[in-house]
């Protein structure tokens, strides 16, 4: 999966950070079914709590956006995340016997709150691309492992979670998002962006979520 040609560079600069969060051992765990029940749903109502302040961020990013375009991408990811993927989270909890008002008040584990606080921070403190280089591991992370978990996976009780990922939905989500961010760099930094004094610290940026994404799922698998 590219989903265009900022996240290649992106990902690529981030070198193995970028593999042990795409390929962390939870996520091995729902490829071949070998996750425990415990882990995945702990796991699950941590990413609910998640989703609520990466909505938050996404709706930032319309305030910090340049044009119509933007906001209107922006706008979008937020009623994707609100209104289709947290279902998975909903309806998931709601068999274990977990209500939603359950799952908005449980307590923010400190990986949780280190990663959605530092994707915010880097909304507050920087513009617009700060902002989509912290997002951007997050959702294309999450489309890349769901693609693959999808091709690959065993027959397992985790078939909900990659169906999710690797969905239309969710994919298509990937691609807009991964168009959005070309055309905004393209804006703010020209046609060679890779030489533009900001760009290390962009791409340390997306590195940096990446080490956040590993940390939330090891916080899944050690409680
Ligand atoms: C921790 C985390 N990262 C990314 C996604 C994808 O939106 C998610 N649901 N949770």
């Given at each position: 999966m590219t989903y265009g040609v900022t996240f290649p560079l992106w990902r690529e600069a981030a070198g193995e950070t970028w593999r042990n969060y795409t390929r962390h051992a939870f996520v091995e765990g729902m490829r071949d079914g070998t996750l425990p029940r415990e882990a995945f749903l702990r796991y699950l109502v941590q990413d609910y709590v998640f989703l609520v302040h990466f909505s938050r961020a996404w709706a930032l990013a319309v305030t910090k956006a340049e044009t119509l375009e933007e906001m209107r991408a922006c706008a979008a990811t937020v009623h994707a995340l609100l209104d289709e993927e947290m279902r998975l989270h909903v309806e998931t909890c709601a068999a274990e016997g977990i209500s939603e008002a359950d799952l908005f008040a449980a307590e923010e584990a400190p990986q949780n709150l280190a990663y959605t606080r530092y994707v915010l921070d880097a909304g507050h403190s920087g513009d617009f691309l700060d902002l989509m280089a912290a997002l951007a591991p997050c959702v294309l992370g999450y489309g890349e492992i769901g693609a693959r978990l999808a091709a690959h996976a065993d027959e397992t009780v985790y078939a909900e979670w990659i169906a999710t990922y690797s969905g239309e939905d969710y994919q298509r989500t990937c691609r807009d998002v991964g168009a959005m961010i070309d055309a905004a760099v393209a804006r703010r930094?020209?046609?060679?962006?890779?030489?533009?004094?900001?760009w290390p610290r962009l791409a340390d940026r997306f590195r940096t979520a990446t080490r956040l994404e590993v940390g939330f799922w090891d916080m899944g698998l050690s409680g």
């Amino acid at each position: 999966m590219t989903y265009g040609v900022t996240f290649p560079l992106w990902r690529e600069a981030a070198g193995e950070t970028w593999r042990n969060y795409t390929r962390h051992a939870f996520v091995e765990g729902m490829r071949d079914g070998t996750l425990p029940r415990e882990a995945f749903l702990r796991y699950l109502v941590q990413d609910y709590v998640f989703l609520v302040h990466f909505s938050r961020a996404w709706a930032l990013a319309v305030t910090k956006a340049e044009t119509l375009e933007e906001m209107r991408a922006c706008a979008a990811t937020v009623h994707a995340l609100l209104d289709e993927e947290m279902r998975l989270h909903v309806e998931t909890c709601a068999a274990e016997g977990i209500s939603e008002a359950d799952l908005f008040a449980a307590e923010e584990a400190p990986q949780n709150l280190a990663y959605t606080r530092y994707v915010l921070d880097a909304g507050h403190s920087g513009d617009f691309l700060d902002l989509m280089a912290a997002l951007a591991p997050c959702v294309l992370g999450y489309g890349e492992i769901g693609a693959r978990l999808a091709a690959h996976a065993d027959e397992t009780v985790y078939a909900e979670w990659i169906a999710t990922y690797s969905g239309e939905d969710y994919q298509r989500t990937c691609r807009d998002v991964g168009a959005m961010i070309d055309a905004a760099v393209a804006r703010r930094l020209g046609p060679a962006p890779e030489e533009s004094p900001r760009w290390p610290r962009l791409a340390d940026r997306f590195r940096t979520a990446t080490r956040l994404e590993v940390g939330f799922w090891d916080m899944g698998l050690s409680g």
